[in-house]
């Protein structure tokens, strides 16, 4: 499977931005779907997923409260609805299969939060 990662953008602290995650190759709701991200000079790390049947979210607590995850089938994409945005979300956004990233890594979309 591919992903292609868009939606990103720069917006103001306490602002939303809505990223999208197209699937190339599989199904979303053939595995769990996960969204990660890596901020300048850290490493990349899971943030949220959404499990086979949809019906199970997971968030760290960073994000809990802040960000959603969602997926349309008929899509075949998955979402990260994310609101009252910080300066700390700062970073490239992407999405894989699985929760550590079963298949290759898309090229991501930026989210830069900065006043």
């Known amino acids: 499977a591919h992903f292609v990662e868009s939606g990103g953008g720069s917006v103001q602290p306490g602002e939303s931005l809505r990223l999208s995650c197209r699937v190339f190759?599989?199904?979303?709701?053939?595995?769990?779907m996960s969204w990660h991200r890596q901020a300048p000079g850290k490493a990349r790390e899971l943030i949220a997923s959404?499990?086979?049947?949809?019906?199970?979210?997971t968030y760290v607590d960073d994000v809990k409260d802040r960000f959603s995850v969602s997926r349309d089938n008929a899509q075949n994409t998955v979402y990260l609805q994310m609101d009252n945005l910080r300066s700390e979300d700062t970073a490239v956004y992407y999405c894989?299969?699985?929760?550590?990233?079963?298949?290759?890594w898309g090229r991501g979309t930026q989210v830069t939060v900065s006043s």
């Open positions: 190759g599989s199904t979303v709701s053939s595995s769990v």
């Open positions: 894989n299969q699985g929760l550590s990233g079963n298949s290759p």
């Open positions: 959404i499990s086979r049947r949809g019906t199970k979210l």
